[in-house]
Nanobody, 121 residues
Framework: QLQLVESGGGLVQSGGSLRLSCAASGFSLDYIAIGWFRQAPGKEREGVLCISSRGAITNYADSVKGRFTISRDNAKNTVYLEMISLKAEDTAVYYC??????????????WGKGTLVSVSS
């Protein structure tokens, strides 16, 4: 059974940075794609960034281009979301999700419980 645990969320001032982690267990990153999604209060969940099993990166959100970066450490079976120049509109619960198709898609098979990122203006 694949399990995903997010960490690294918190309160940060506008312009600050955070690094989120998604630790996967039960499946090697060699066989799954991992994506970051977020849901702001009162809004629908949206995709942020995703990395396939081969390392191909998909950017779902134009609003994070140049500010957010996704990476992974296969030895630690962990995917990271590095966020810089944070804005108030980045405030959301951030989820990582996995696809056993190995490709980035919105139809992910497994989801973590999320970690809250709050950006004060």
């Amino acid at each position: 059974q694949l399990q995903l645990v997010e960490s690294g969320g918190g309160l940060v001032q506008s312009g600050g940075s955070l690094r989120l982690s998604c630790a996967a267990s039960g499946f090697s990153l060699d066989y799954i794609a991992i994506g970051w999604f977020r849901q702001a209060p009162g809004k629908e969940r949206e995709g942020v960034l995703c990395i396939s099993s081969r390392g191909a990166i998909t950017n779902y959100a134009d609003s994070v281009k140049g500010r957010f970066t996704i990476s992974r450490d296969n030895a630690k079976n962990t995917v990271y979301l590095e966020m810089i120049s944070l804005k108030a509109e980045d405030t959301a619960v951030y989820y990582c999700a996995a696809s056993t198709t190995r490709r980035c898609t919105y139809a992910m098979d497994y989801w973590g419980k999320g970690t809250l990122v709050s950006v004060s203006s």
